[in-house]
């Protein structure tokens, strides 16, 4: 179990530009979630996807932002015309049982700084 | 729609035991998980409540009372590596079993 990995740790980039995060999760689970984090806040849901599929999106996501997870294995963020709003920290987390009980596990997070 | 609610910061020394409460709204509750988050770090899993009661794990206990939509993380024999915040997160049943976090609660451990 290598653990969930993402990829940039921290990007810093100019308003307007856009940018892209990976998340790559625990293999064998097929529950993949981003989530949003800023400082003194818990981790805000922004999208899930279940193997391939995308099943729920939060209305925190923008037409801004795009989400896939391609041959159900690893997952993209991409956030386009970024905005210094859009400065947090991005978490990933995967899961195995379908039914609730099973614990997030997250990865490291990739640190977004809009400047 | 769900309300978690949490204290922000607690302060405790050393030894003690600390109590961290959070109470929840949440339509179709399935369930509870208590997460450790240090500074820079990504949430680390607790424990997991869906049945009234206590779950014991080592030093660290979580209790669920469904008709109360109440839970606590209590926190035995402290240690300063305990310093971190604590997040409880709700579980509502059906659709995608997704989590919704509180805001956490800071909770400091000094000598």
């Known amino acids: 179990d290598t653990g969930v990995s993402q990829d940039p740790r921290h990007k810093i980039t100019k308003r307007g530009q856009n940018v892209t995060f990976r998340c790559d999760p625990i293999s064998e689970h097929n529950r993949l979630y981003w989530y949003r984090q800023t400082l003194g806040q818990g981790p805000e849901f922004l999208t899930y996807f279940q193997n391939e599929a995308q099943l729920e999106k939060s209305r925190l996501l923008s037409d801004r932002f795009s989400a896939e997870r391609p041959k159900g294995s690893f997952s993209t963020l991409e956030i386009q015309r970024t905005e210094q709003g859009d400065s947090a920290m991005y978490l990933c987390?995967?899961?195995?049982?379908?039914?609730?009980?099973?614990?997030?596990?997250f990865g490291n997070g990739t640190r977004l700084t809009v400047t | 729609g769900q309300n978690i609610d949490q204290p922000t910061e607690m302060t405790a020394t050393e030894g003690a035991i600390v109590q961290i409460n959070c109470t929840y709204q949440t339509s179709g509750f399935n369930g509870l998980f208590w997460y450790q988050q240090h500074a820079g770090e990504a949430p680390t899993f607790l424990s997991y409540n869906v049945l009234d009661g206590l779950e014991e794990k080592g030093r660290f206990s979580s209790f669920l009372s469904r008709s109360k939509g109440y839970s606590y993380l209590l926190l035995k024999e402290l240690q300063m590596k305990d310093s971190a915040s604590y997040l409880c997160?709700?579980?509502?049943?059906?659709?995608?079993?997704?989590?919704?976090f509180g805001r956490g609660t800071s909770l400091i451990v000094h000598p």
């Open positions: 997160a709700a579980i509502r049943k059906g659709g995608s079993y997704i989590p919704t």
């Open positions: 987390a995967s899961s195995l049982d379908p039914g609730g009980s099973s614990p997030l596990h």
